[in-house]
């Protein structure tokens, strides 16, 4: 599976952990920016992730900004993009297992790097049930 990260100045320290972890797994990320701690606009990072995600680039996304929250906002203006912001264990296996999100999102000011290892871990680590969830799924990118 490719898996692409970018992150704004906010998140860019728990990317650099992050693609240190994958490394270790033999599974390196594709990181599309930003590259060091110089502020930047969250809304262009969630673009460039979603556009490398739309064009099956990579299979899923991780995002990261201060909070999680505007990143997560900007991502989800994009049809077909279903970005996850995960906040404990049950919400990783969710995210997963009902909205088959093909990104997942953090916090990079309100989490702690094995936090989110472990989060990374759990949805991986989950399948997608489909079922009546597909239906819902459907209904997400029906809308103008
Ligand atoms: C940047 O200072 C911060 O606003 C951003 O990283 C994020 O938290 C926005 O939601």
Redesign the pocket.
Known sequence: MKIAIAA????FALKETLKQYFDTQNSPLIDLGTYDTNPVD?PDYADKLADFILTKQADLGILI???G???SMAANRHKGIRAALIYNDFAAQMAKEHNNANVIVFGGRTMTADEVIRYCNIFLNSAYQGGHHQKRLDKLDSKE
Do not use: L
């Open positions: 704004d100045h906010g998140g969250y900004c201060g909070t929250i505007g990143i």
